[in-house]
């Protein structure tokens, strides 16, 4: 494996040192002459990506100490500013709990949040040099009133420490240097339960918005989490059913792949979807699920009982049919939450879907309604750069109504 | 791949001479009772197949291998994943068609012209980050 990699050394040197000190940074490449095949680089690949996101967030982490806002969210990537300003936003709000004046402390934070969305709302409105800055500009926005929000909901409840509940059931991170380790990881903890950052580069698109229906539905999937179960999520068309999922998934760092039952899986494509549920430590999300034959059902459910089963045992390895398949996180790869699968189903007009109760008891139900379209159009409008939104969103809201009870008769989405 | 699968592919190559040889044959008197008059046809084209079944066999095998080392070769279908696995060899390239199905976040993989090293990735807006 060795003979694989070839190292590019890159001398620096450091400016502002002393004497002679020099920085040999290692950039590795991934060679793929000589190699077998894809089976060899790929893994290389993986790594390396993953590394690459570990060490984004770490620089962002340090620069936003230093640096002024905008500036940060300039020079960093997208995924390592949304993960760095959450960690900064747990940190502050974690500081603030931890003081004696616990309410004053949080009281002050929300002005300040306030003024760090107007800045960037303020910036939205002047020219940008690429898509990408203005993607980021909007998904800081998206974040920091989410970050406002959650602060005066908190602020409602009063939280006597850090571990009311007021608090535990927000979406936290930190940075942690584990214990013998030189380079820190982000953990991150959904509903008291704890876990490593994937890393996984995730794709680049804004985040959702926050709003009471996404803050449920995180709340039952990190207890589902913490029960090692997954979760099926039933509601109406465009209520966000796998758009949640995905976005869980993304803020855990892991990567979320999405199978549409209206093609109807065999039992070969299940029985390989479960190996790769199993061993790759992505998750899985299977749409519409209700389409799925028995059969295919019942070897779902099969290989997620055992994969279930392996991880509340902490076992390496799970039965899937007949064999032996190594699950995540005995390879050594400590990045990224367990192996989770999730159900979206959509409401039926008449009567219930039925799903087989062996599926039903590995899944937490939940069931979504449709989410506040007011509260959505207002933050996208503000993560537009309009500084008054109340008005328009209020007028666009108008016609969103009117136009849905136009296309009310059209079939859509199955 | 064909390292991987030497006798495999001695195998394939043997069950394609013939299968072509008889089908020109077949091709130049397409009419049935000249076909029928050809000789024995039945034994050969019975082991053929049952060859065909032995090679789907072993091929399935060493996707199998291919997906225990990299996981996430789990989830493309299984012509995705013989391409995938093509552009293992030559053809280095070719893994960017298929590269978002392996790497959500990744749009194109950065391949260096000079020795055919990956050096970074690229994402879907074109920003560009180097592996480390």
């Known amino acids: 494996m060795a003979s694989t990699l070839l190292f590019r050394c890159a001398v620096l040197h450091l400016s502002g040192c002393a004497g002679r000190a020099q920085i040999i940074e290692i950039i590795p490449c991934v060679a793929t002459r000589g190699t077998n095949g894809a089976d060899v680089w790929l893994p290389l690949i993986e790594k390396y990506l993953k590394d690459a996101v570990r060490k984004g967030i770490d620089c962002a982490r340090k620069m936003l100490e230093s640096t002024e806002r905008m500036e940060w969210m300039l020079a960093n990537s997208e995924q390592a500013v949304r993960v760095a300003s959450n960690i900064f936003y747990t940190d502050m709000v974690e500081a603030a709990l931890l003081d004696e004046n616990r309410a004053a402390m949080l009281q002050q934070l929300v002005p300040m949040k306030m003024g760090e969305i107007a800045q960037v709302v303020n910036n939205l409105g002047y020219h940008m040099d690429t898509t990408v800055d203005r993607h980021k500009h909007m998904s800081l926005c998206i974040l920091d009133i989410a970050q406002r929000d959650s602060l005066i909901a908190l602020l409602a409840q009063d939280p006597r420490n850090v571990h009311d509940f007021a608090w535990q059931c927000q979406l936290r991170s930190y940075w942690e240097v584990p214990r013998g380790a030189v380079d820190g990881v982000v953990r991150v903890e959904v509903m008291r339960r704890s876990f490593v950052y994937g890393n996984e580069c995730v794709a680049a698109k804004s985040p959702l918005v926050w709003t009471d229906s996404l803050e449920n539905c995180y709340k039952i999937m990190g207890t589902a989490l913490s029960m090692q179960l997954g979760a099926i999520i039933s509601g109406p068309a465009y209520s966000g059913r796998s758009a949640y999922v995905k976005e869980l998934a993304s803020f855990l760092g892991t990567f979320c792949v999405s199978v549409d039952c209206s093609l109807h899986p065999t039992l070969g494509v299940m029985d390989r979807l479960s190996r790769g549920l199993a061993s790759s430590g992505g998750w899985v999300c299977f749409q519409e699920f209700s389409r799925v034959n028995d059969k295919a059902m019942a070897t779902l459910s099969l290989a997620l009982l055992s994969i279930q089963q392996a991880i509340r045992a902490k076992a390496d390895t799970c039965m899937i049919s007949g064999e032996d398949i190594k699950v995540f996180g005995t390879r050594g790869d400590t990045w990224g939450p367990p192996p989770c699968c999730f159900l979206t189903l959509l409401d039926q007009r008449h009567g219930e879907v039925v799903i087989p109760d062996t599926v039903r008891v590995l899944f937490r139900p939940i069931h979504l309604g449709t989410p506040d379209i007011k509260v959505i159009i207002e933050v996208l409008l503000t993560a537009t750069g309009f500084n008054q939104p109340t008005v328009i969103a209020r007028r666009l809201l108008f016609v969103y109504k009117l136009l849905r009870e136009q296309v009310r008769t059209v079939c859509h989405a199955g | ?132």
Not at chain 2, 5 to 29: G, H, P, Y
Not at chain 2, 110 to 120: C, I, M, N, S, T
């Open chain 2, 1 to 132: 791949m064909s390292a991987h699968l030497s006798l495999e592919s001695l195998l394939f190559e043997r069950i394609d001479t013939l299968w072509r040889t008889t089908m020109s044959q077949v091709a130049i008197s397409p009419s049935l009772a000249a076909v029928c008059e050809m000789g024995d046809l039945l034994g050969p084209l019975e082991t053929l197949g049952q060859d065909l079944v032995v090679l789907n066999q072993s091929l399935n095998v060493y996707l199998e291998q291919m997906r225990q080392a990299m996981p996430r070769l789990y989830f493309p279908s299984e012509p995705e994943l013989l391409d995938i696995l093509a552009s293992g060899q030559g053809n280095v390239r070719g893994i960017n068609s298929h590269v978002s199905r392996l790497f959500p976040g990744v749009k194109e993989l950065l391949l260096r012209d000079e020795d055919d090293a990956f050096y970074g990735a690229k994402g879907e807006m074109g920003e560009v980050s180097a592996f480390g």
